[in-house]
């Protein structure tokens, strides 16, 4: 495991943390909300026609992608995710690892344990969190116990942090930072 671990670290280590994790959010934004992916982004075909990242880069792979930069970029960077050649090494490696683990055909219990683990890690991804659901979750802690326990633990009152979490989600649909210097 660790020997096909082993090179993806590596390369990750040669990009730099934000600029990657700015660059992930883009391309999270172009597959989610249809935003235009910035020129310098868009990869093209050997007949110089833009290519489809859609169908060339799944969501579970850019947050995987994202995961490793946070465990293992530098903070600058001697190559970038800018460049579609270094994006999609990167990728392929993400994917090399993954499908080092198909177990064998015949193993029924081995490969019952394969769709688990590739369910968990596509199927959220394949529907988008709406307002419904985090309005059930917020009103699950409307429970007096919950609210209680909620505050105690978080600091702040459960509608408190929704209304933030809601304000944080908004500012991340159109921008990739957040200025932690304001009042």
């Known amino acids: 495991m660790y020997n096909k671990y082993k ?30 992916l910035p020129p310098k982004l868009q990869p093209y075909d050997n007949n110089l026609h833009p290519v489809d990242v859609r169908s060339l880069i799944q969501p579970w792979q850019l947050s995987i992608l994202a995961r490793e930069m ?50 968990h890690q596509q199927f959220p991804w394949q529907s988008k969190t709406t307002i419904a659901d985090l309005m059930r979750y917020m009103l699950i802690y409307q429970n007096e116990e919950l609210q209680k326990i909620f505050e105690r633990t978080i600091g ?28």
């Open 70 to 119: 946070v465990l293992h970029a530098a903070p600058v960077g001697s190559r970038s995710l800018t460049s579609w050649t270094y994006m999609a090494m990167v990728l392929d490696k993400i994917s090399a690892i993954n499908e080092s683990f198909t177990p064998p055909l015949n193993e029924v219990d081995a490969l019952n344990l394969e769709l688990h683990r590739v369910g």
């Open 156 to 183: 702040v009152s459960h509608k408190d942090f929704f209304y933030l979490g809601f304000a944080v989600r908004g500012r991340f649909e159109r921008e990739a930072w957040l200025n932690t210097e304001t009042d």
């Open 7 to 36: 090179p993806l670290r590596n390369l990750i280590r040669q990009f730099g943390l934000e600029e990657s994790l700015h660059t992930i959010w883009f391309y999270m934004q172009h597959i989610f909300a249809n935003k235009s």
